[in-house]
């Protein structure tokens, strides 16, 4: 192998903002500080969220980078990956590597009734969920990780693990995307093995 092309081998960070994006000052933000190619998806209109106007920004972003790619998303923004990948749409989803599902919002919250169904992900995937989190309740959040096949992290009294919850710089974020960026390729037969089980914090 030519070791010029090793860092196009190597993941790059994508987050992907929730309802309003993320300010400067949230986790999101400070997460992709933390690495040198790490981008964001953009959003028409950051006030009006749309699943599949989102999920289709999702798979224009991933379109662009031709890369490997670990998915950090947070509220909405989870939604929309978890869209994308349900609808299966876009070649690029096979270059994601792994995806991070952080205080996912409920579906009933934005009237997605019938419109939003989870299904299992393709790739290494954990969802963070909290116990206050005004958003989604965590059993709900554990059910989502279990649709998606997901490995669950219940993050305990966290709100809804964003700015005014305190999470601005938040190292357990970049823990948990080098986790998913160095996990084990697909085996063989095409499968991958299941990351570990719920872990709780409080």
């Known amino acids: 192998m030519n070791m010029n092309d090793e860092p196009f ?13 993320s300010e400067g000052a949230h986790w999101q933000s400070w997460l992709e500080r933390q690495y040198v190619e790490a981008s964001r998806v953009e959003q028409a209109d950051w006030d009006a969220p749309h699943l599949d106007e989102w999920a289709s920004a999702v798979e224009a972003r991933l379109d662009a980078l031709q890369r490997p790619v670990v998915l950090a998303a947070h509220s909405f923004g989870c939604l929309a990956v978890a ?3 349900r ?9 994601v590597t792994g995806v991070l599902l952080v205080a996912p919002a409920s579906p009933d919250k934005f009237r997605l009734a019938g419109r939003f169904e989870p299904q299992r992900l393709a790739v290494p995937s954990i969802v963070v969920g909290s116990e206050t989190d005004p958003w989604m309740p965590v ?12 490995a669950f992290v219940n993050f305990g009294d966290a709100g809804h693990i964003n700015t005014a919850a305190g999470f601005g710089p938040w190292p357990h974020a970049k823990y948990l995307v080098d986790t998913l960026s160095h ?15 719920e872990h709780a914090y409080g």
């Open 9 to 21: 081998r190597r993941p790059v960070l994508v987050t992907v903002p929730g309802l309003h994006g």
């Open 83 to 85: 869209h994308a990948f």
């Open 87 to 95: 609808r299966a749409r876009s070649r690029a989803l096979s270059r």
């Open 139 to 150: 059993d709900r959040a554990r059910d989502l990780a279990q649709h998606l096949g997901s």
């Open 183 to 197: 996990y084990a390729p697909p085996e063989a037969n095409g499968e991958r093995e299941r990351l570990p089980l």
